[in-house]
């Protein structure tokens, strides 16, 4: 039976995710606590922002530190794999957090807050869903990669379980939606990817040739239910999906069961 078997939000872009027991879907249609905070370049601007958020493609030691998070308290727990340990309450302390990541990274950074849709690559759009059948197959292609090294690589919001490998791609194009929990998802692109995944979440070091392999694979499983057209490369992997505005609100939880357009996922 399609269930949700794991959700996560990442509540600080490009560390560390934080495994939830439930989700609330926000009134921007994006999940509450997701990229709510970031690090950005005080000194610069990116590409049509007023500011350059950095993440694991510009700070080249991510991999070094480790992020554990309160979301209920908005409580930063961080340690390095020199052993160094610190404790920040973002309500008070989101300056020190900013010079303990300054002196972490080697460059001047400063946490900062948004409100939904926060730091979201792509604010117009809902929770990123992938099955942990996709996620076993995308391991499978790589030697040493594990299941919970896919999870880290790809990062996705929602994990569906009990459906078969890249059971998501179908609701993309023309396909259907799906609904859990009295929440409904419409399948809005696929995720393309970056340099991200093609490196060890525990030591940065890269897969060499991680995207040719990725592709060729890709294209050797691409399943019969789903629309080519709706991909412009296959250098992708999970969807990032539209909450209609009905269902914003709704609360997902771990074990709700999965409907396809009313007929079982």
Known sequence: MAHIESLRVYPLKGFDAVDVE??????????????????VDPDGAGDGDAERVLNGKQISNVHEVTVGFDCGRAVIELSTDAGERSRFDLATERGAASEWFGEFVGRSVELRRRDPPSFVDRPALGPSVISTATLEAVASWFDDVTLEGARRRFRANV???????????????????FEAGGVRFEGAKPCGRCEIPS????????IDGFRGRFVERR??????????DAFEHLYAVMILTNVPAASRGQTLRVGDDVSLDGRGG
Do not use: C, K, N
Request: overall charge negative.
């Open 22 to 39: 439930s989700i609330e879907i926000t009134d921007a249609g994006t999940v509450e606590g997701d990229r709510e905070y970031a690090l």
């Open 199 to 206: 490196r060890d979440p525990d030591t940065g070091d890269r």
């Open 219 to 228: 294209e050797a499983t691409f399943p019969e239910w789903a629309d080519p």
């Open 159 to 177: 994990e569906v379980g009990g459906v078969p490998a890249f059971w998501e791609d179908r609701f993309l194009g023309d396909g259907p939606g």
